[in-house]
């Protein structure tokens, strides 16, 4: 079975640039969450879909990242414009919904370096 | 204070040996625990769930101590390929959905 799908797994850009990640999650999976991790932290919880609702967008920074999930299937990240700060792994995680005990299945991230 | 918290270490150990890591979190609320691993430049795994009458996975066992909001992983015979940072997740479930609050993750690396 095919796991957590994110494109591209690694992008440079210039600061003041917009980029945009893509994320397919495991088919079946009606949540899906994307991350933001730092060098040595653990990943931190940008916004959460369930179905095609943002239903947890609280860390979210409006003002230059948006999101979106047609369909409520594959979804996207985008941030514009693109800051020094932003240079990190983001991480998609997919999950089947509703249960406090589910387990959360990553993709493999993509990294963005701001130049 | 942070919402989990965790040594980062790094815990270096030679191969066979026993090693502990410990983890806090400060919301009482929180329904449920979990470790996972994540080897360097790659994504977060499950690695097990925490209960708290504590279970164990082979050589792994967890426990759980929701009076003292306190988690803790053993591994015992520690394994080269258990090399790896282990992050502790706590979910308090808040609105019928999940939020894992991550903590900064504890490095091991097991040595010959």
């Known amino acids: 079975e095919a796991g957590v799908v994110q494109s591209p797994r690694y992008k440079i850009i210039e600061k003041k640039q917009p980029v945009a990640f893509w994320c397919n999650p495991i088919?079946?999976?009606?949540?899906l969450y994307w991350y933001l991790q730092n060098l040595g932290q653990g990943p931190e919880l940008l916004i959460r879909?369930?179905?095609?609702?943002?239903?947890?967008d609280s860390q979210l920074p409006k003002d230059r990242f948006s999101a979106e999930r047609l369909k409520g299937v594959d979804s996207t990240l985008k941030i514009q414009p693109a800051e020094l700060g932003d240079s990190a792994v983001y991480l998609c995680?997919?999950?089947?919904?509703?249960?406090?005990?589910?387990?959360?299945?990553f993709g493999p991230g993509t990294r963005l370096l701001v130049l | 204070r942070k919402e989990v918290e965790q040594d980062p270490g790094p815990f270096n150990v030679p191969e066979g040996a026993t090693v502990a890591f410990n983890c806090t979190y400060s919301?009482?609320?929180?329904?449920?625990f979990f470790w996972y691993r994540q080897d360097c430049r790659k994504e977060p795994k499950l690695l097990m769930s925490?209960?708290?009458s504590g279970n164990e996975d082979g050589r792994f066992t967890a426990q759980l101590n929701r009076a003292s909001q306190y988690i803790s992983l053993l591994i015992r015979d520690s394994k080269l390929s258990d090399s790896a940072t282990y992050l502790c997740?706590?979910?308090?479930?808040?609105?019928?959905?999940?939020?894992?609050?991550f903590g900064t993750g504890t490095q091991l690396k097991v040595e010959l």
């Open positions: 995680a997919s999950s089947l919904g509703g249960s406090a005990q589910e387990t959360q299945y």
């Open positions: 919301n009482s609320a929180s329904q449920s």
């Open positions: 925490v209960y708290s």
């Open positions: 997740v706590v979910n308090p479930f808040t609105g019928g959905g999940n939020k894992l609050t």
């Open positions: 088919s079946g999976h009606n949540t």
């Open positions: 879909y369930e179905n095609e609702e943002a239903v947890d």
